[in-house]
């Protein structure tokens, strides 16, 4: 049986134990708040995984509560009715507060609980939203509000509520604040703005963010001996997977991560192997490449749909991550070839350099696929 046989069929074989696996992930997202802000009061309407805050996991260190000290107590509140799993929130409030930052001209204020919505036990390996509503009475003045979450609580998407499409939406890592919100007018952000944050978010989930997309594009690289075809193969992983990005972040197709992210991990064994062993052409990658793209689009759609976009803004933040996301990769291919891109024409280029270089990116999304499905 040829390598590429056997290659073929364990890749298939993963494809299909991964289909059949549960959900089983216990994915971390970012916290959506709608702000509103008064005269003399600010309120948060949050939607937040409750059972994370009350274990008090560090959401800046863990992918997802299976990987965090605190697993076992995230289990066991995620079994707990909406009523047990209230008193639980307001038992730990003294602690859980002092993440909600509210700040009035360096002042910080205490928030308290307006408000608890928590939906009944679901599905066990799914995260549970629970709208949480906390609020703070301001000083006299007119002093505007900044609003952020501590480290460990992980990312925060503020968006202010009651002033059209044009209102002010953030997406901010954990202990950073949001510009000073006034109380008497909206804090609004255009669409060029918007646009133009978005190409960043988007180059940031590439470089530096996204270690498996860079190794997937450095596979890509390694296979090539010429600039043309890495081109034409970059080409067509960029359409492919803006495809999926599209139908994905529009909710016309939706697949678990908990699926997606092991597979993306298994095209990059694959690309690593395939580098090693020489089995593929040019033709035969380039077809294969858009199909992973497919692939990896989803896995941009995932990034992208934690962002909470307003619907009327959405296909300017798409285009405007698309757009960054292609930024990031060709940053990827020309830092690599400024690097070793001027050797391919030489001989001992494959076995010296392309060669170890697939071995090490094979080995790395092996490791990936283990930790995704198993860990």
């Keep these: 049986?040829?390598?590429?046989?056997?290659?073929?069929?364990?890749?298939?074989?993963?494809?299909?134990?991964?289909?059949?696996?549960?959900?089983?992930?216990?994915?971390?997202?970012?916290?959506i708040a709608d702000v509103e802000v008064g005269g003399d009061r600010v309120t948060m309407m949050l939607t937040v995984t409750l059972e994370s805050l009350i274990a008090g996991i560090d959401l800046s260190e863990v992918e997802n509560t299976n990987n965090a000290p605190e697993a076992a107590i995230y289990d066991r509140l995620r079994a707990l009715g909406p009523v047990p799993?209230?008193?639980?929130?307001?038992?730990?409030?003294?602690?859980?507060?002092?993440?909600?930052?509210?700040?009035?001209?360096?002042?910080?204020?205490?928030?308290?609980?307006?408000?608890?919505?928590?939906?009944?036990?679901?599905?066990?390996d799914l995260p549970r939203d629970s709208i949480l509503t906390v609020g703070a009475d301001l000083p006299p003045g007119d002093a505007g509000v900044r609003l952020g979450l501590a480290p460990r609580f992980g990312t925060f998407i503020p968006r202010q509520i009651g002033a059209g499409e044009d209102a002010y939406e953030g997406f901010l890592d954990g202990g950073a604040l949001t510009p000073e919100i006034s109380r008497a007018q909206v804090l609004t952000e255009g669409a060029g703005a918007l646009f133009l944050r978005y190409v960043g978010a988007g180059f940031?989930?590439?470089?530096?963010?996204?270690?498996?997309?860079?190794?997937?594009?450095?596979?890509?690289?390694?296979?090539?001996?010429?600039?043309?075809?890495?081109?034409?193969?970059?080409?067509?992983?960029?359409?492919?997977?803006?495809?999926?990005?599209?139908l994905a972040a529009t909710g016309v197709v939706t697949v678990p991560a908990s699926i997606v992210e092991p597979l993306i991990a298994a095209t990059i064994v694959f690309v690593g192997i395939e580098n090693t062993l020489g089995f593929?052409?040019?033709?035969?990658?380039?077809?294969?490449?858009?199909?992973?793209?497919?692939?990896?689009?989803?896995?941009?759609?995932?990034?992208?749909?934690?962002?909470?976009?307003?619907?009327?803004?959405?296909?300017?933040?798409?285009?405007?991550?698309?757009?960054?996301?292609?930024?990031?990769?060709?940053?990827?291919?020309?830092?690599?070839?400024?690097?070793?891109?001027?050797?391919?024409?030489?001989?001992?280029?494959?076995k010296a350099i392309a060669i170890p270089a697939s071995l090490v990116i094979a080995c790395i999304g092996a490791w990936w696929v283990v930790e995704r499905t198993i860990l």
Excluded: C
Excluded at 12 to 29: C, D, G, K, Q, Y
Excluded at 214 to 232: E, H, K, S, Y
Excluded at 289 to 303: E, I, N, Q, T, Y
Excluded at 323 to 348: D, H, N, P, T, Y
């Design 204 to 246: 940031e989930h590439i470089v530096p963010l996204g270690m498996d997309h860079i190794l997937f594009v450095l596979g890509l690289f390694f296979f090539a001996t010429q600039l043309g075809p890495l081109l034409w193969q970059v080409t067509a992983f960029t359409v492919a997977h803006t495809i999926t990005l599209a």
């Design 85 to 124: 799993l209230e008193a639980a929130l307001r038992n730990a409030w003294p602690r859980i507060r002092q993440g909600f930052l509210i700040e009035v001209a360096g002042e910080r204020l205490p928030p308290e609980i307006v408000s608890v919505a928590i939906p009944a036990v679901g599905n066990l």
């Design 280 to 350: 593929g052409t040019v033709k035969g990658r380039t077809a294969l490449v858009f199909v992973f793209g497919l692939l990896h689009g989803l896995g941009f759609a995932s990034v992208l749909g934690d962002y909470g976009i307003a619907s009327g803004r959405f296909l300017y933040a798409l285009v405007g991550f698309n757009i960054g996301v292609e930024f990031g990769q060709l940053a990827v291919i020309l830092i690599a070839f400024s690097l070793v891109g001027w050797f391919m024409s030489r001989a001992w280029y494959r």
């Design 1 to 31: 049986m040829s390598a590429l046989t056997i290659t073929r069929r364990v890749l298939l074989s993963m494809v299909l134990v991964f289909t059949v696996l549960p959900a089983a992930a216990h994915e971390i997202r970012p916290t």
